[in-house]
């Protein structure tokens, strides 16, 4: 109940009306705006402000960023990887040509010393490529892409720049047969370099050779290097054919087994010189030709004249 003579306390306090404090506030703005851009007054009160929100307001962008590192992240991830297989691509095609340009300066090499070794024989010869091994897996035979179109007769010595291949054993127009020197039925004759000890190498297992027929005592060492004799009228002399690498003596036995090793690569190389035969031979194959020529009879020959 009121005291006589006194009011009770209003419940709220509410100040200056709504509108008032509008008004004051509104004019407030204008002054500090004004006085701002005119005197520049609160610009150590903007810079405090600033500093002291900082720390919050990185705080805020504290998930934008995290969100944006991790997309940059794993976007690039994905560029790197997808850059990693162009490049193993690109690898592998350079890998692929500079194969194919190492096998092409090899193979320009063998040609040069090929072509070295044709200007040093005193007779004609012929480059061909090997073309396929023969049919036979019991005998050590190729086929190159030269025959009697090419000047090509059987008798012909083959060799590659390190030495003798084997021989040519049958002509086709277009291609002929050579028997290797490691086949079995093949026979070279050949004479040691170091003591000029003349013998004949044989076809041995194994791409092998061996030097057959010699006494257990006959002067033979493992290293002895062996070139043809030119006994046979087929390989001019002095070609390289083998190097020994075993001998083995056995006094049970009267002939020593030695082994050898062809010099020529004979079962790597894919370009081969085709010796042409000696004048002598040459003679005896054309003169033979003509005997066997139809036609070219004594009658024949008496009505040609």
């Excluded at 810079?47 to 990185?58: I, S």
């Excluded at 090419?150 to 084997?166: F, S, Y």
């Excluded at 079995?184 to 004949?200: C, D, E, F, H, S």
């Amino acid at each position: 109940m009121p005291v006589v003579g006194h009011q009770p306390p209003p419940f709220f306090k509410r100040g200056p009306a709504p509108l008032t404090r509008l008004a004051f506030f509104v004019i407030l703005s204008l002054v500090l705006l004004v006085l701002d851009l005119k005197y520049r007054t609160l610009e150590l009160a903007r810079q405090g402000v600033a500093t002291v929100l900082y720390p919050l307001q990185r705080a805020a962008y504290t998930p934008v960023d995290l969100y944006e590192q991790l997309g940059g992240y794993f976007s690039s991830l994905t560029a790197v990887e997808r850059e990693n297989v162009l490049l193993k691509q690109k690898e592998l095609e350079s890998a692929k040509w500079l194969l194919r340009q190492q096998h092409l300066e090899l193979e320009n090499q063998r040609l040069r010393q090929l072509l070295d070794m044709k200007a040093k024989q005193p007779v004609t010869s012929t480059l061909a490529d090997i073309i396929h091994a023969a049919r036979d897996p019991f005998s050590r035979r190729v086929i190159v892409d030269k025959g009697s179109q090419h000047g090509i007769v059987a008798g012909q010595a083959v060799v590659d720049e390190a030495g003798v291949l084997g021989q040519v054993t049958r002509v086709y127009p277009l291609q002929s047969e050579v028997t290797l020197v490691t086949d079995k039925n093949q026979a070279v004759p050949v004479q040691i370099v170091r003591n000029g000890l003349r013998t004949a190498l044989f076809g041995a297992s194994g791409g092998q050779l061996e030097l057959r027929f010699l006494a257990a005592n006959a002067d033979v060492q493992p290293g002895d290097q062996l070139v043809t004799s030119g006994l046979d009228g087929v390989y001019l002399p002095g070609l390289p054919v083998a190097k020994v690498l075993r001998v083995d003596r056995d006094a049970a036995y009267s002939f020593a087994r030695i082994v050898c090793e062809p010099a020529a690569g004979v079962e790597k190389h894919g370009q081969v010189l085709l010796l042409g035969l000696r004048e002598a031979l040459q003679q005896q194959v054309e003169e033979t030709g003509t005997r066997d020529r139809p036609g070219k009879t004594k009658r024949g020959r008496k009505r040609d004249e």
